[in-house]
């Protein structure tokens, strides 16, 4: 699905984290269950982490700032902060990392949206969001 960014800085563990969080956010059965199995069988993490996850955080501590902050852009549209902005580089993430994670929002957005559109039949073990934001 993501192509080009799979050659991003942003190890595969943190793009599913992204992934599920903004799935979560914008209440897509189809992505919030792919992504979970993904998550727990390519990426490797475990429930405690997916359920993170799906509420916009992360036990890991860096990947935490990175998901904290995708899912605030996710939540408000872009319209992060300066302080939320800040936040993300000071836990280390440089400017082309902060691009790259706005981007991997924008991307699973875009597929969370077709699919919900097209009601695609979910073909992974079925995870329904908690709620649709």
């Known amino acids: 699905m993501s192509g080009a960014l799979s050659k991003g800085s942003l190890p595969a563990p943190t793009r599913e984290r992204i992934a599920l969080a903004v799935a ?9 269950s ?10 490797k993490l475990d429930d405690a982490e997916i359920t993170a996850n799906r509420s916009g955080a992360s036990n890991d ?9 995708a899912a605030q852009v996710a939540r408000v549209r872009g319209h992060v902060s300066e302080a939320e902005l800040r936040a993300v580089k000071a836990a280390g ?3 082309a990392q902060v691009i790259e994670i706005v981007q991997h929002v924008a991307l699973n957005t875009w597929t969370n949206y077709i699919n919900e559109v097209a009601k695609t039949d979910v073909d ?3 995870i329904s969001p ?3 934001a």
Do not use: M, Q, W
């Open 93 to 95: 993430y440089d400017d």
């Open 61 to 69: 501590p860096h990947a935490d700032a990175a998901v904290r902050f």
């Open 124 to 126: 992974f073990p079925a």
């Open 34 to 43: 792919a992504h979970t199995y993904l998550a727990k069988n390519l990426a």
């Open 130 to 132: 908690r709620k649709a």
């Open 24 to 32: 979560e956010i914008n209440g897509c059965s189809y992505c919030l």
